[in-house]
Nanobody, 126 residues
Framework: QVQLVESGGDSVPAGGALRLDCVVSGVTTSIHFVGWFRQAPGGERVAGAVISVRANTTRYTDSAKGRFTITQDNTKNTVYLHMGSLKPDDTAMYYC???????????????????WGRGTQVTVSS
């Protein structure tokens, strides 16, 4: 079994930066992908970035490309989301998720992931 715990969420002014951490525990060798998603109040949960933990390749949605970077530290079993040039529209609950099945393409849909953390809140003020 796999568990995910997010941290690093905070309230920041527009233009600021944050780093979110996702600590992975349990049967970590079963994981193929870890993704970062976000959900604004009243909105759907959508992807931002995903990393293949075995190949160390990444994929981003258009909203994250150029401002967010996903990285991993295998020695700490942690996946990071580095966020910069934050905007009020980035305000949301941020979740990390893991997929324990292989896919030929880095997945970006919520239904592609079978383990979720509880989330960490990011608030960006104008």
């Amino acid at each position: 079994q796999v568990q995910l715990v997010e941290s690093g969420g905070d309230s920041v002014p527009a233009g600021g930066a944050l780093r979110l951490d996702c600590v992975v525990s349990g049967v970590t060798t079963s994981i193929h992908f870890v993704g970062w998603f976000r959900q604004a109040p009243g909105g759907e949960r959508v992807a931002g970035a995903v990393i293949s933990v075995r190949a160390n390749t990444t994929r981003y949605t258009d909203s994250a490309k150029g401002r967010f970077t996903i990285t991993q530290d295998n020695t700490k079993n942690t996946v990071y989301l580095h966020m910069g040039s934050l905007k009020p529209d980035d305000t949301a609950m941020y979740y990390c998720a893991a997929r324990t099945r292989y896919s030929g393409i880095l997945p970006l849909q919520t239904f592609d992931y079978n383990v979720w953390g509880r989330g960490t809140q990011v608030t960006v003020s104008s």
